[in-house]
């Protein structure tokens, strides 16, 4: 059973930085696809930043230039580096990933990131 834990998240004033952490169970060499995804109240889950085995890293445009995904297999561990943070990035922050032919998706219980303007 996989099983992803989030942590890094907390309260930030507008242009300052947060990094979150997702650590897996397992070897994250496994996953064909794992990232970040925000979600706020009455709003969808919406992309964030994802690796995808032999593709391209993928950011939403609206945090292109400002966050960084990173990873270190060592450790099974994903990194969502955020700088210069908008109140607009205030989300609950949860890190997915996928298997080959499993169709499930894969979710931690997320963190929350509080950004003050």
């Known amino acids: 059973q996989v099983q992803l834990v989030e942590s890094g998240g907390g309260f930030v004033q507008a242009g300052g930085s947060l990094r979150l952490s997702c650590v897996a169970s397992?070897?994250?060499?496994?996953?064909?696809?794992m990232g970040w995804y925000r979600q706020n109240p009455g709003s969808r889950r919406e992309l964030v930043a994802t690796?995808?085995?032999?593709?391209?890293?993928n950011y939403a445009d609206s945090v292109k230039g400002r966050f960084a995904i990173s990873r270190d297999n060592a450790k099974n561990t994903v990194y969502l580096q955020m700088n210069s943070l908008k109140s607009e990035d205030t989300a609950v922050y949860y890190c997915?990933?996928?298997?080959?032919?499993?169709?499930?998706?894969?979710w931690g219980k997320g963190t929350l990131v509080t950004v003050s303007s």
């Open positions: 397992g070897s994250i060499l496994a996953f064909n696809v």
């Open positions: 690796f995808t085995k032999g593709g391209p890293t």
């Open positions: 997915h990933a996928g298997l080959p032919f499993d169709p499930r998706p894969y």
